[in-house]
């Protein structure tokens, strides 16, 4: 049976962000969906967030 772990990454400024996703991918991390937020961490705007899944390896 396969596991998974997960993570996430907030999108707020995309010159920066494209780049983390282009790292995360190449640690084998795969984007499966998106959210919206508002105020998360004290922001007052709403901002997107990836939620990313990669395989875990058998042990």
Do not use: C, Q
């Not at 919206?36 to 395989?55: C, D, M, N, Y």
């Amino acid at each position: 049976m396969d596991r998974w772990e997960y993570t996430t990454a907030d999108l707020t400024k995309v010159e920066k962000d494209i780049g983390e996703l282009n790292r995360l991918g190449a640690e084998g991390w795969e984007a499966v969906g998106m959210v919206s937020t508002w105020g998360a961490g004290g922001f007052r705007f709403v901002h997107p967030i990836a939620l990313l899944k990669r395989r875990v390896a058998a042990s």
